[in-house]
Antibody, heavy 122, light 110 residues
Framework: QVQLVESGGGLVKPGGSLRLSCVGS????????MSWIRQTPGKGLEWLSY????????NYADSVKGRFTISRDNAGNSLYLQMNGLRVEDTAVYYC???????????????WGKGTTVIVSS | SSELTQDPAVSVALGQTVRITCQGD??????ANWYQQKPGQAPVLVIH???NRPSGIPERFSGSSSGDTASLIITGARAEDEADYFC?????????????FGTGTKVTVL
């Protein structure tokens, strides 16, 4: 079945870095835009970034622009999020998500991984 | 960026109908999608493009939209529908719009 599995979360000090990974299976990874989304109890769900199938189109939320970098390896069915300059407010569960496309309604997020937890604390 | 506002909580009697609303400027331009999230689990898509159900989602879930407000309707609520529900849409203008999520609604089935 379609599955996304994230890894790489953990405890990091403010100013530090982490690299999250996501491996997809059960679908043709290279056919889909992919996104990163995070969730906190206080701020809810926040979309962070997406990347097109070949990597030519990338978009970031203002909150992470210049600090986070999305990338993908289609041969390895993998999506990555390099997070630098981490702040306490980046503490969250981070989800990898697949996007699909409908000819009438456009792109939408349809499959989520189970998430990986990032804690930024001194 | 835009915001999508939802009521924090609603309750529904078993077997009855509940409507969850989502309001925001982005909904005047883009379609709404809806996700169900149970405790400790990842969100699951239940409606996309205003009123399209993915495979495996029960027919009791439906969606509608008017102006800046989208709705998720659960007709004949079951105990397993107790969960948090989030709306979402594309956001912004230009060739590469972003995404925005709603504040979430906790649905309690009585």
């Amino acid at each position: 079945q379609v599955q996304l599995v994230e890894s790489g979360g953990g405890l990091v000090k403010p100013g530090g870095s982490l690299r999250l990974s996501c491996v997809g299976s059960g679908f043709t990874f290279s056919d889909h835009y992919m996104s990163w989304i995070r969730q906190t109890p206080g701020k809810g769900l926040e979309w962070l970034s997406y990347m097109s199938v070949a990597g030519s189109t990338i978009n970031y939320a203002d909150s992470v622009k210049g600090r986070f970098t999305i990338s993908r390896d289609n041969a390895g069915n993998s999506l990555y999020l390099q997070m630098n300059g981490l702040r306490v407010e980046d503490t969250a569960v981070y989800y990898c998500a697949r996007e699909s496309y409908d000819t009438v309604t456009g792109r939408y997020i349809d499959v989520w991984g189970k998430g990986t937890t990032v804690i930024v604390s001194s | 960026s835009s915001e999508l506002t939802q009521d924090p909580a609603v309750s529904v009697a078993l077997g009855q109908t509940v409507r969850i609303t989502c309001q925001g400027d982005s909904l005047r331009v883009y379609y709404a999608n809806w996700y169900q999230q149970k405790p400790g689990q990842a969100p699951v898509l239940v409606i996309h493009g205003e009123n399209n159900r993915p495979s495996g989602i029960p027919e009791r879930f439906s969606g509608s939209s008017s102006g800046d407000t989208a709705s998720l309707i659960i007709t004949g609520a079951r105990a397993e529908d107790e969960a948090d529900y989030f709306c979402n849409s594309r956001d912004g203008v230009g060739n590469h719009p972003s995404y925005v999520f709603g504040t979430g609604t906790k649905v309690t089935v009585l």
